[in-house]
T-cell receptor, first 117, second 113 residues
Framework: AQKITQTQPGMFVQEKEAVTLDCTYDTSDPSYGLFWYKQPSSGEMIFLIYQGSYDQQNATEGRYSLNFQKARKSANLVISASQLGDSAMYFCAMREGHEAAGNKLTFGGGTRVLVKP | SQTIHQWPATLVQPVGSPLSLECTVEGTSNPNLYWYRQAAGRGLQLLFYSVGIGQISSEVPQNLSASRPQDRQFILSSKKLLLSDSGFYLC????????????FGQGTRLTVV
């Protein structure tokens, strides 16, 4: 079964507008971490933001914020005031805390974002 | 500061030839190490991960193998490449704590012809 699901294969967003990228996850482990990465066309993987399962508040990093809804097992990324440089693939990832998980970092299928001027 | 080196950046290999991709990490000790493969326009598939020297966990059955001969060295190998082995290979490392992000190498674009 998929651990991380990103249902939006691609999205257009107008420059300066906000965009929400969906991510749902599946785990029975009470301890886990959720990550978002950006991958421009160059292929490099850029870490954006982290949310821990026990964090009381939603994570924020500059224009990035994470809408964490634990009961729904969702961790959506919100990019505010989109810029042309935000055009890229975006990946959600999860690391589970139990020992058998062995520090695996599992990724979703990604969402391609294209920012229009 | 920590850095991760992965080479080569691009590689074209004939079917049936061997493969060796190397990844090294500097500036940290006992990192968790990962190999991922990414098909064009798709997500990252975890191939192997390692929590210590000689400790390799395989995620998917395949034509590839991995080794960790030294603490900060992770090698992806194949004895005989298949066309389906083509893809973008990414090496990554992370510290042991659950809340630490993974840092990625620049990737190797492998084309098997």
């Amino acid at each position: 079964a998929q651990k991380i699901t990103q249902t939006q294969p691609g999205m257009f967003v107008q420059e300066k507008e906000a965009v929400t990228l969906d991510c749902t996850y599946d785990t029975s482990d009470p301890s886990y971490g959720l990550f978002w990465y950006k991958q421009p066309s160059s292929g490099e993987m850029i870490f954006l933001i982290y949310q821990g399962s026990y964090d009381q508040q939603n994570a924020t990093e500059g224009r990035y914020s994470l809408n964490f809804q634990k009961a729904r097992k969702s961790a959506n990324l919100v990019i505010s005031a989109s810029q042309l440089g935000d055009s890229a693939m975006y990946f959600c990832a999860m690391r589970e805390g139990h020992e058998a998980a062995g520090n695996k970092l599992t990724f979703g299928g990604g969402t391609r974002v294209l920012v229009k001027p | 500061s920590q850095t991760i080196h992965q080479w080569p950046a691009t590689l074209v290999q004939p079917v049936g030839s061997p493969l060796s991709l190397e990844c090294t990490v500097e500036g940290t000790s006992n990192p968790n190490l990962y190999w991922y493969r990414q098909a064009a326009g798709r997500g990252l598939q975890l191939l192997f991960y390692s929590v210590g020297i000689g400790q390799i966990s395989s995620e998917v059955p395949q034509n590839l193998s991995a080794s960790r001969p030294q603490d900060r060295q992770f090698i992806l190998s194949s004895k005989k490449l298949l066309l389906s082995d083509s893809g973008f290979y990414l090496c990554a490392w992370s510290a042991g704590a659950m809340n630490t992000e993974a840092f990625f190498g620049q990737g190797t674009r492998l084309t098997v012809v």
